[in-house]
């Protein structure tokens, strides 16, 4: 009957138990967080958004009017890259040196392009996107509500101007969703996380509304109760 | 893919199925799922927004009135069907058959491509090959005395295929409708010179039908129901009505008087009521209280102009037709309540079924050498004596156009499937002067299907040389709108509503009727002791709704049966044959015998039993044709899919083939005796107890009674507060008693949950609430199965729905067993005779019975997870993903109108499945599909409420009074269901709820119901004791 | 540690032992016995155990825990139920008293574990297993040089067995 | 007429039988000890008991499966009856798990003696009861996979249970009572466990024993915080047992529903509990005491007593069916009227009477003595009470269900081969872990059954009291009260 230290362990052992059960329920190890697959084209966003001042409406068009935000149709794409091949003589990348994209290549597979100019093939495939953010079938998310709201992309998708390849910003897990339902949606907030401040130059601006007065709105809150997005 | 986007305007499928299993939805899914791929169009429809519903104006072809719909189609399925409010016939109202197209047009069973039978049996093939296939039988085939038998419709359709049949050296085709009333017709005709005169209810100042059915098929029955609402609602000087035949049908359970007369007595009694006969004479034939005739004779006489309908299907019905037409006359209904000058020309042009007749003698006289079928099925819907099996095989080819294998399809040699009315294009004029278009809401669901039955027959005259210019048109469609008086632009400005003023060119004239093919008199030839009452099912018509389970699921309005057959016998008959509810017994008369269980119904004659047509497909033969991809349980048959398969009987096999001096076939003429056979089964019926046992659910009040005060009620300290109008307009019953403070408090945080935060005006704002006026209600059941639709509900009377192990297969096994999901159900109470004798009358009320949104909602504070709560805006929510399935709140619901996911109904890798593909291309995207083990229940289109905050939150507006409504109260035919806020007085509901004959259900539990029910109104006879109301 | 361990078959015996040991004043002593007995309270006369402190102390703890629970529950997500109002004492005073009974009757336990010294991880000197069965045992803690004293005393007294332990 | 009345023959002063001393048959601590943990090792018999056992657990165990993977439309579930054979079950277990609580709280606190020799097989009956019982709340759900909605744990989702709910006070209470009961059944065995541990030859087993006992060493500092903390444990035990069955019975009280929307459900519950628990115990300990051949620690005295308590229990709950009746009747509210007449003449009457029988009827024999010391007797009447609770839970829930405020959605109810596998699968469950225990554990509170029994004494103090009485020491803690009668 000598010592039975083992004992001593369970505090430690139930301590660890209640630990691992928090970090799981709290770090949103079960979300997709921070996912980023390989797409099928390389599609860079920072290219469309930066360089050339894209709007996000142009492709996701249905973003402010629909629940979904609306996937660019391949014609869309077509649209400008019928004239901009993958072979590249003059480019505003790469230096201006003269260059073969892959990429662009891969999108004239998909769209049977044969050459620049010669529009759209028989033989076009719709582009088989990865699907990143994927909100749970029972939630109902309208886009156009947020976005008409003035919610910035970037609240939720992180700036993406700014991404190679996208990933997931946000957790999207309920209680992300629901912290800013309560503690409401601040213009200044968002607009600083889409990467401008309302001094900055070229921060978008709406007609009536300057940027800075845009940012210095009042929090906009939501409802949250179940029913606003689960039915 | 460009020039198929012009030709038909919506290219989106392909792509689309595969973002249509990804809307198919599901509540059980985990947080870390597969995430799948984004499939984007290839070319953005120019109409159509993702997410967004597009809506197309095209015509209904499920039965013959040709009314207006309205297609939903999300990403280029179409989703849900409405009335069309242009159309002059159904004014936006759909019954239940109207949304069961959808049905049709995904049913799993549909032929997927053409079909050709050798001796090995039945292949399938190509679209070309079977095209070439038909155009080589064809030119060999003797085309002298061939037969077109085509489901009626009205348009320019049928002009086409005759000139078609013409230029093939063919006779005109045989327009079929075996669901019309050809005495009707025939008496129309004689007396008005027109197939179907506008009926207007709403003048009548009394209304009586002669076994009329005009709430449940009888003519074009949603504007029927639609006047007949309107004339009912009038409350003051209201018409009374009176029905009058041995079986009380729906119409006849929304009689103020039923004259349960002698089957084959209606003749007597419509003589006497033309003065041609004496009352005695009529009540002695009829076994009618003579001094219940006199009244409605005294009735009659005193009101003009009067409503007289006459749908008897015996052997005398045109006789009796005709006697009606000289009452009608005489109490000065033509141009009034009847009016020849607006016809409904939908009915223009039905074959007579003794002309059907006549052509199947010719076929067993070896006389035809092409017979083709298109959309109709002889071979169920003839009486069995007909023997139109064996007639139809001595025929050299048979084509058939069929989208659904059926069992004249089945003997046919080729099959060419047609598209879906919903795939393709066509017109039709459902009323003189009016032009109601049909164009496809969507690309065909099977791409292997590439044209219509008119697509068909104009490739294949192009192969004729001789043919080919006088078909110029590419196909029919460019037929149509080289027909089409304002040509391509016309038909395109036309298009949004569909609705255009014009006239078709008039059909050629039918042909003369043949002389009939057996004695009019069917009844010398018939035994037993009982009349036999057969009757066309209100859900299945003629047998063509078998095979969509959302009418195979939906309860008769009668007797509350699905998935079966069974025969109605009065209490007093069934107690002297010594069988009960759910025994089985057999029916025989001379031509045959049928065995179904017995249904006790109070409104049978005491001398007839009644049994409906439209069950009793043959189970056909094996053929493992279909895609088995596409979740197919147990074998594949022919038959008429797997919805009909194994149930009930054809009420058909019992009948003599007898014609009547209209060439219709005689339904009710026939004896026939009933025996027992000791089996029994529990019959799938969603009825409970048919009685309110003073419960005060469905209450009614008299019309002399209505501007009576009420009187004082004596209130007791304690008792449950009466005054629910307060609660109305809180969406928290509480709130109104000011217990939850005032609204106002919102921004101060007391109560933050209960608040748009945003709203200054805190949560009185909104208070989702619905009147539901009893007076209006017929218990047509349409916005049950609007509901179906809507809401992605799953039917659950297949009999593969069942659990494995020692399981019984059957159909309608979960619905015996009570568990259908009818989220809104129609409750049919009997009031009075309650010792079920016969010659007692009794009163009907139907009830809608929903979730009734209660501001003290029983149901929610037992819930342990807050799956069920009050939302600010007053909806009893309940919230899928969170529920863990206790069904407490069930147990907890007076109303009982919550319903369990007891298997898994939406889970596409279940047995019990509900939606095999493509039924899933159905499914609305805005409602999730729900998996096993959760509750369910009205929500009150909750998605349709956010649709709307969302469009109007995008405007920078509100949303406005009556901008938008339920799928009940959209289906609705006559207008009972209204929905709104009721804390904005702008919504019709907040009227509505103040109405003098506003009650709530269960008031004494304290719920504060948002649902009003307004008090069924009974007219009593003046002078008759009326039964108590309440 | 070092002592006496002595073995007693009869109670009287080991009773009057003590008494007389204690009389004596010759050291610290433990009792074993196989069955509580009150001779031995009277005799040995400690003061009244202090477990039910913890119990009253955690009891309150737990009553109060159990109510903010869900009151905090309520509060933190305001749904309304049935039309109740968000924070419903009432209801709450069941979750109160289970919660209350379960942390007071856990820490009961948890302080008589602690009060009585178990679990006791050794238990090599001065016990003996005859003492869960049928014998009284007294284990006098002393100093060497009153050991015999001790073992005098107890043999005086009827001790089936005295051991010298340390 | 009798002018003298006539004086009893014997002249003695009249005695009753439980006047005797307890355990006259036990003689010492160490026939006690040797008695009782010779009780322990396994026989064949048991193993196939046990075999038995485990068999029905396994079918309880394959039909839940089954039923997760088909939906709980596997189960009999008739709508409206939307609880069945399940709850029924569920409440049957919680009530038998009350009795044991009765037996070592209650009557601790009451100082009732015939509870020493009960009451370890009470307590671990209610331990495993309550374990039981708890696996049906999960086992009914549509949903088992997700019942963690139901734990109050902090999570991203931010939304808890509902504590308004009476199904979350369920939660609440019985994990609560499966705790305390648990650690009170344990807290009662560490005497015992040590006296295993010191008589345990096997070094194996010794040390899980030891390591079981906590280094108990019977000194009189444990033993003195030891009873204090018992008395404290029985204490918070005895408003549990009530609080759990009425918390139990709020499921049905706080509900609309006619037949369930009454206030008398509580105590109506907690005797029905105790009634049903105390069956179960008879159903336990006669075969017990004659297998382990335990006659002279379990005596007839003891039966009796346990006897007169279930007479009192049944007529408490024959007063509550009644009171349901009376309240019916004189509410004049026409649902609940409707619904008590519907209870003992419509569908569901004959589970009314196998219910009114067994509770009301069959107990009333207990007014004779004769009956209540008849072990034969009281095993069948046990085995009736059992049927009758489980009934009275079914007449409670199912009919109440079926016949509700809609006349529309009046049901019926069958339950199907999965609800009787899972229902024999729990008796299978319940008496695994009964077996395990019996032949692990000692079924007897050996510590606290020496306390009854005289200690032996000196021959110095038996020649100075005269040989006659025990004075001073025959004090024994917990005897009963009767017992001073031989004094």
């Known amino acids: ?231 | 893919m460009s020039q198929d986007t012009t030709k038909t305007g919506v290219k989106r499928r392909d792509f689309l199925k595969v973002l249509g299993a990804s809307s198919a939805v599901l509540a059980t899914t985990a947080c870390s799922e597969e995430t799948g791929k984004l499939i984007p169009y290839l070319v953005s429809p120019d109409e159509t927004v993702p997410g967004v519903s597009t809506y197309y104006a095209t015509t209904c072809r499920e039965c013959a009135a040709a009314c207006g719909l309205v297609a939903e189609t999300r990403d280029g399925r179409a989703i849900k069907l409405e009335g069309n409010p242009n159309h002059p016939l159904n004014r936006g109202a759909l019954c239940a058959r109207g949304q069961s197209g959808l049905q049709a047009l995904y049913n799993p069973d549909r032929f997927r491509s053409p079909m050709f039978r050798d001796s090995a049996g039945w292949h399938a093939t190509t679209w070309e090959d079977g095209l070439a296939r038909l155009g080589t039988a064809l030119g060999t085939a003797q085309k002298g005395g061939a037969v077109f038998l085509n489901q009626h419709e009205s348009g320019s359709f049928p002009r086409f295929l005759d000139s078609w049949l013409a230029a093939n050296g063919m006779p005109a085709h045989l327009s079929v409708d075996f669901e019309a009333d050809s005495a009707a017709l025939e008496a129309n005709h004689r007396t008005y010179g027109v197939a179907w005169p506008t009926l207007n209810f709403k003048d009548a100042k009394l209304i009586v039908s002669f076994g009329a059915d005009f709430l449940e098929g009888w003519g074009a029955s949603v504007p029927q129901q639609l006047d007949f609402a309107d004339a009912r609602a009038k409350l003051d000087g209201a018409a009374r009505f009176w029905y009058i035949g041995p079986r009380r049908s729906l119409t006849g359970l929304n009689a103020d008087e039923w004259i349960a007369c002698n089957p084959g007595s209606e003749l007597s009694i419509a003589n006497a009521l033309a003065g041609k006969g004496s009352i005695q004479q009529a009540a002695t034939d009829s076994g009618v209280d003579p001094a219940q005739l006199q009244r409605l004779a005294s009735e009659l006489a005193a009101a003009k102009p009067a409503l007289v309908l006459s749908g008897v299907s015996g052997d005398e019905a045109l006789d009796v037709a005709l006697a009606v037409a000289a009452i009608n006359q005489a109490s000065g209904a033509v141009g009034t309540t009847i009016k020849p000058a607006t016809p409904i020309t939908a009915f223009d042009g039905i074959a007579r079924p003794d002309q059907v007749l006549a052509a199947v003698e010719r076929m067993r006289g070896g006389q035809v050498g092409v017979a083709f079928v298109r959309g109709t099925n002889p071979a169920y819907a003839l009486p069995k004596a007909a023997n139109f099996a064996d007639a139809f095989k001595k025929v050299a080819l048979k084509v058939s156009f069929s989208s659904y294998p059926d069992e004249t399809t089945e003997m046919c040699d080729l099959v060419i499937p047609d598209l879906h009315s919903l795939e393709q294009w066509g017109d039709a004029e459902p009323v003189r002067g009016t032009i109601s278009l049909q164009q496809p809401a969507m690309d065909p669901v099977f791409s292997t299907i590439k044209g219509s039955t008119g697509d068909v027959l104009i490739a294949l005259a192009k192969k004729d040389a001789a043919n080919a210019a006088k078909f110029p048109a590419a196909d029919y469609r460019t037929w149509l709108i080289s027909n089409f008086a304002g040509g391509a632009a016309g038909l395109a400005a036309a298009l949004p509503t569909a609705i255009v003023a014009g006239t078709l060119a008039p059909r050629a004239a039918a042909a003369a009727a043949p002389a009939p093919v057996a004695k009019p008199s069917a009844i010398a030839s018939s035994q037993g002791d009982l009349f036999l009452v057969t009757y066309q099912s209100p859900t299945m018509g003629d047998g063509r709704g078998a095979n969509k389970p959302w009418l195979q699921e939906l309860p008769d309005p009668v007797t509350k049966i699905t998935w079966s057959s069974w025969v109605e016998i009065h209490p007093e008959t069934a107690e002297r044959l010594g069988v009960d509810r759910g025994d089985i017994v057999e029916v025989k008369t001379a031509n045959g015998s049928v065995r179904a269980p017995v249904y006790p119904y109070l409104g049978i004659h005491k001398n007839a039993i009644a049994i409906p047509m439209g069950q009793g497909h043959a189970a056909g033969t094996k053929m493992a044709l279909f895609d088995p991809k596409h979740h197919n349980p147990g074998d594949l048959q022919w038959g008429y899919g797997r919805y009909s398969r194994d149930i009930g009987v054809n009420a058909l096999d019992l009948l003599p083939v007898g014609v009547n001096a209209a060439g219709g076939i005689v339904l009710t003429a026939t004896k026939a005796s009933v025996s027992k056979t000791g089996d029994s089964r529990l019959l799938p019926s969603t009825e409970g107890s048919a009685r309110q046992h003073g419960r005060e659910i469905a209450r009614a009040v008299n019309a002399a009674d209505m501007n009576k005060p009420e009187p004082e009620e004596e209130v007791l300290p304690g008792d449950a507060s009466h005054a629910f109008l307060p609660g109305l307009r809180s969406p928290v019953a509480a709130d109104a008693q000011g217990e939850l403070g005032a609204p106002t408090a919102a921004d101060a945080g007391t109560h933050k949950g209960l608040y748009d935060p945003n709203d200054p005006r805190g949560m009185a704002k909104r208070r989702w609430a619905m009147t539901i006026d009893l007076a209006r209600c017929t218990g047509c059941s349409a916005c049950v199965t609007a509901c179906y639709a809507e809401n992605n509900i799953p039917t659950v009377g297949g009999y593969w729905q069942n659990a494995t192990i020692w399981a019984d297969v059957r159909p309608g096994f979960n619905i015996e067993r009570g568990r259908e999901m009818n989220w809104i159900r129609l409750e049919r109470y009997f009031e009075g005779n309650p010792d079920g004798k016969f010659g007692q009358d009794f009163e009907t009320r139907f009830v809608p019975m929903l979730c009734q949104h209660c501001g003290n909602a029983p149901c929610e504070p037992v819930c342990p997870v807050y799956a069920t709560y009050h939302s600010p805006d007053g909806l009893n929510v309940q919230v899928y993903n969170r529920c863990v399935g206790t069904r407490y709140c069930s147990n907890n619901c007076p109303y009982k109108v919550r319903y369990f996911n007891w298997f898994g109904y939406g889970e596409q890798d279940r047995k019990q499945y509900a939606f095999p593909e493509p039924l899933n291309w159905q499914l609305n995207p805005d409602v999730t599909v729900r998996g096993k083990g959760v509750m369910e229940k009205c929500s009150f289109c909750v998605q349709r409420i956010r649709e709307s905050e969302n469009r109007a939150a995008a405007e920078h507006r509100d949303v406005q009074a009556d901008e938008f409504t339920t799928a009940c109260a959209q289906a609705c035919p006559s207008r009972a269901i209204t929905f709104g806020d009721a804390a904005d007085p702008n919504w019709t509901v907040a009227q509505l709820a103040h109405d003098r004959r506003a009650y709530h259900v269960f008031e004494e539990l304290n719920t504060y119901t948002a649902v009003v029910y307004l008090k069924k109104v009974n007219h009593p006879a003046t002078g008759a004791a009326a039964p108590a109301a309440n | 540690m070092q002592g006496v361990l002595a073995a007693f078959h009869e109670l009287d015996s080991a009773v009057e032992a003590i008494e007389d040991l204690k009389k004596q004043r010759l050291g610290d002593i433990t009792v074993y016995t196989p069955t509580p007995r009150h001779e031995f309270e009277h005799a040995l006369k400690h003061p009244l155990s202090k477990v039910r402190i913890f119990t009253l102390i955690f009891g309150l703890c737990g009553a109060s825990f159990g109510y903010w629970i869900p009151v905090w529950i309520s509060d933190y997500w305001p749904l309304v139920v049935g039309g109740k109002a968000i924070v419903t004492w009432v209801p709450f005073t069941i979750l109160g008293f289970e919660v209350m009974v379960l942390i007071g009757s856990l820490a009961t336990v948890f302080a008589m574990f602690g009060l009585a010294g178990i679990p006791r991880l050794t238990m090599t000197v001065g016990y003996d297993p005859r003492f869960a069965s049928g014998h009284f045992g007294v284990w006098v803690v002393t100093d060497p040089e009153r050991t015999d004293d001790v073992v005098n005393v107890l043999k005086k007294h009827g001790a089936e067995e005295v051991r010298r332990e340390r | 007429m009798a002018t003298t009345a006539t004086p009893l023959p014997s002249g003695q002063r009249p005695n009753i039988p439980s006047a005797a001393v307890r355990f006259p048959a036990v003689k010492s601590y160490e026939q006690v000890d040797a008695e009782i943990a010779g009780t322990l090792g396994p026989s064949l018999g048991w193993f196939a008991a046990l075999g038995v056992a485990i068999l029905c657990m396994l079918l309880g165990a394959t039909a839940w499966t089954y039923q997760i993977h088909e939906g709980l439309g596997a189960a009999g579930y008739q709508p409206p009856v939307m609880w069945g054979v399940y709850i029924v079950t569920f409440v049957f277990w919680v009530g038998i798990g009350h009795a044991g609580t009765l037996i070592s709280a209650i009557l601790y606190l009451f100082r009732a003696g015939f509870r020493t020799s009960i009451y370890r097989v009470s307590e671990a009956m209610t331990v495993f009861a309550v374990m039981t019982a708890g696996l049906f709340p999960i086992l009914h759900l549509g949903r088992p996979w997700k019942f963690f909605y139901l734990i109050p744990y902090p999570n991203w989702r931010l939304i808890w249970p509902n504590p308004k709910s009476p199904l979350v006070w369920d939660v609440f209470a019985i994990l609560t009572y499966l705790t305390v009961s648990a650690t009170f059944f344990y807290v009662g065995l560490i005497p015992d466990i040590a006296i295993l541990r010191d008589r345990e030859k096997n070094p194996m087993r010794k040390s899980i024993l030891a390591m079981l006992a906590l280094g108990w060493r019977n000194s009189d500092r444990e033993w003195r915080h030891f009873t204090r903390a018992y008395l404290f444990l029985a204490a918070f035990a005895t408003p549990l047992v009530l609080s759990v069955h009425s918390v139990v019975s709020f499921d049905f009280a706080m509900a609309l529903s006619p037949g369930w929307h009454a206030t008398i459900f509580p105590p109506y519950f907690v005797a029905g509990a105790i009634f049903s628990g105390i069956g179960m115990v008879f159903t336990i300990i006669i075969p017990l005491r004659k297998v382990f051949h335990l006659e002279h620690y379990i005596t007839l005295n003891d039966i009796d007593a346990a006897a007169k308590l279930c007479l009192f229990t049944s007529c408490v709950v024959g007063l509550a069916y009644l009171t349901e009746f009376q309240v019916a009747w004189m509410s004049g509210n026409r649902f609940e009227i409707d619904y008590f007449w519907n209870r003992v003449f419509g569908q569901w009457a004959w589970a009314a009477w196998i219910m009114l029988i067994c509770n009301c009827v069959i107990p009333l024999s207990l007014f004779s003595q004769k009956l209540r010391r008849n072990t034969k007797w009281l095993f069948f009447l046990s085995l009736t009470t059992n049927l009758g609770m489980w009934f009275e839970r079914f007449v409670i829930v199912v009919p109440s269900l079926s016949h509700e405020f809609e006349p529309w959605q009046w049901g019926t109810y069958h339950p199907t081969f999965v609800d009787y596998s899972i229902l024999i699968g729990s008796f299978g469950w319940f008496f695994m872990w009964f077996l395990l225990f019996i032949k692990q554990l000692p079924v007897m509170a050996m510590a606290e059954i020496k306390e009854i029994v005289l200690p032996r004494l000196s021959h110095r103090f038996h020649a100075a009291a005269g040989g006659t009485e025990e004075a001073g020491f025959a004090n024994p803690g917990l005897t009963d009260t009767t017992s001073g009668g031989s004094h």
């Open chain 1, 1 to 231: 009957m000598t010592k039975r230290r083992k004992w001593t362990a369970i505090p430690g052992l139930i301590a660890l138990a209640v630990g691992a059960v928090m970090l799981s329920a709290y770090s949103g190890a079960s979300s997709s967080q921070h996912n980023s697959p390989v797409q099928p084209i390389n599609f860079p966003h920072t290219v469309h958004v930066q360089k050339l001042g894209m709007n996000c409406l142009y492709c996701h068009n249905a973003a402010n009017k629909s629940m979904d935000p609306g996937l660019p149709a391949v014609s869309t794409c077509v649209g400008c890259h019928n004239m901009i091949g993958p072979d590249r003589t003059q480019s505003d990348l790469h230096g201006g040196k003269p260059y073969k994209s892959e990429e662009l290549a891969k999108l004239y597979k998909y769209a049977d392009i044969s050459t620049p100019g010669a529009g759209m093939g028989p033989n076009a495939k719709p582009i088989p996107w990865v699907r990143i953010h994927k909100l749970p079938e029972y939630v109902h998310f309208p886009h156009t509500r947020h976005v008409n709201a003035g919610v910035t992309c970037q609240t939720c998708h992180g700036q993406i101007q700014n991404m190679d390849r996208v990933y997931q910003n946000a957790s999207l897990n309920m209680g992300w969703c629901v912290s800013c339902h309560v503690n409401g949606y601040s213009p200044k907030e968002g607009l600083e996380a889409a990467g401008y401040s309302p001094q900055q130059a070229g921060t978008p601006t709406t007609a009536s509304v300057s940027p800075a007065a845009l940012a210095s709105g009042p929090r906009k809150k939501a409802r949250y109760d179940c029913a606003n997005c689960h039915y």
